[in-house]
């Protein structure tokens, strides 16, 4: 179920519980927990209903401008029936506090033998530490880019980073990817020596869904962090060659969402 980021963040924050979907049947269940880029969001309800018995609150709760902004969105693919979702947000994404948890040595043992089985079930061969590694040593580089590297189709091989991140390994970025601490330790602890890494960079990291044009622009003038684009004006960041208005839109919510805002 595709949802907007300002949508997304407005669940979150609690103005909007609703969502209206012309499904041919039912694509999500009571308890569905979706991971999002605000974290989780659950369906609590499922629902069809006709779209001559909507109102005005319907609108309102799902973030429409109107009920007549509403109705026209579901007058698309009128054959299907309309289906009314509740939603809340449910917390943060669990694999958040997963990465920053460092292993022991049992759990270092359990994730290693986790890798193991990923490797034996692959067509591709061993390719668990071939892609930690990479991206140990290539921070922040475009998944093509790295799947050349190794010769790897660039579809295969983000199915695969997807498969190390669900185990709190790995960080995606705007661009790139990152290994987290917990993935840090898995990787030393196959070493002779700890790996010497470069400072984490501290605070929040760009939103990902401001594209990659907008991100390269920022890092070209040192901006990694939404922390750091406090520094700069809405104006002055649409100087910036990549940067749309709708980066500095979604950059503005993600700011608000922790209480920031652009430079006057």
Do not use: C
Not at 70 to 88: E, M, N, Q, Y
Not at 232 to 260: C, D, F, K, N, W
Request: no cysteine.
């Amino acid at each position: 179920m595709m949802i907007r980021p300002a949508e997304l963040a407005a669940i979150k924050a609690g103005t909007i519980d609703l969502a209206f979907r012309r499904w041919a049947k039912p694509r999500v269940v009571v308890g569905t927990r979706m991971r999002t880029g605000v974290g989780l969001i659950e369906v609590t309800s499922v629902e069809r209903v006709s779209v001559a018995s909507l109102r005005a609150d319907d609108a309102r709760r799902a973030g429409a401008p109107s009920l007549a902004a509403l109705t026209k969105a579901l007058a698309v693919r009128s054959s299907d029936p309309a289906w009314r979702i509740g939603l809340a947000y449910a917390g943060p994404d669990p694999r958040e506090a997963l990465r920053a948890a460092v292993p022991d040595a049992d759990e270092v043992a359990a994730i290693t033998a986790r890798l193991d089985r990923l490797d034996a079930s692959s067509s591709y061969g061993a390719w668990t530490r071939e892609t930690l590694d990479l991206i140990d040593l290539n921070p922040t580089v475009r998944a093509p880019d790295l799947a050349a590297q190794v010769g790897r189709e660039t579809a295969d091989f983000k199915k695969d980073v997807r498969k190390l991140k669900e185990l709190g390994l790995t960080e995606s970025l705007a661009i790139g990817y990152l290994l987290s601490p917990r993935g840090e330790a898995v990787v030393d602890a196959g070493l002779d020596t700890p790996r010497v890494r470069a400072p984490r960079e501290q605070g929040t990291p760009l939103p990902r869904n401001i594209g990659a044009p907008a991100t390269r622009a920022l890092r070209e003038v040192g901006v990694t962090t939404l922390e750091q684009v406090t520094a700069y004006s809405a104006e002055q960041l649409a100087a910036m060659h990549g940067v749309g208005p709708m980066a500095i839109g979604r950059l503005g919510e993600a700011l608000a969402e922790r209480g920031l805002s652009f430079a006057p």
